[in-house]
């Protein structure tokens, strides 16, 4: 499986990239309002989405034999991709007002963002090392 560690590597990236688009474009329908963010293709899309993220993330993980609770950057990673799942779980829900809905939106959007830099850096700080 090693030799085809860049091939993995590109599809976790662009899953990365597809997802996050899609969840911030479906979350800006809903801040203004619109229905069809909820709608089953566009959930389903993102779905499959995340399995072939998550698919490649757990190839790459035996690839590079580095482990969540063994290093640091992993753990973190894990962690925060469960709160940004939260934050998305709430910012999906019917209920919240435009302005919440905002708040946790752009909180997930965040915290996608350090799971990136945490992924680049390979340090459980990610931007923030020094
Ligand atoms: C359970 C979830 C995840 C696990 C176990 C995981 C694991 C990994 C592993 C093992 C690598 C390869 C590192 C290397 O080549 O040395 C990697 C790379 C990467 N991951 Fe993830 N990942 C997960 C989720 C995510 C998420 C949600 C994001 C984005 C928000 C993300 C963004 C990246 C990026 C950008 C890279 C490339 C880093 C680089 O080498 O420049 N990952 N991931």
Redesign the pocket.
């Known amino acids: 499986m090693l030799e085809y560690y860049p091939e993995i590597?590109s599809i976790?990236?662009a899953a990365?990239v597809v997802s996050?688009s899609l969840f911030a474009v479906r979350g800006l329908g809903l801040i203004i309002g619109k229905r069809w963010p909820l709608s089953p293709p566009l959930r389903y899309l993102s779905y499959t989405i995340d399995t072939i993220?998550?698919t490649a993330?757990?190839l790459?993980?035996t690839i590079?034999r580095?482990y969540?609770l063994v290093h640091g950057w992993?753990t973190v990673?894990?962690g925060l991709?469960v709160l940004?799942i939260a934050l998305g779980i709430m910012a999906f829900r019917p209920g919240p007002g435009a302005g919440v809905r905002f708040g946790l939106w752009t909180a997930a959007l965040l915290v996608?963002a350090f799971?990136?830099s945490v992924?680049?850096s390979?340090h459980p700080l990610g931007y923030f090392a020094a």
């Open positions: 590597r976790h990236i990365v996050g993220l998550l993330a757990l790459l993980m590079v580095q969540p992993l990673k894990v991709l940004y996608y799971i990136i992924a680049m390979h």
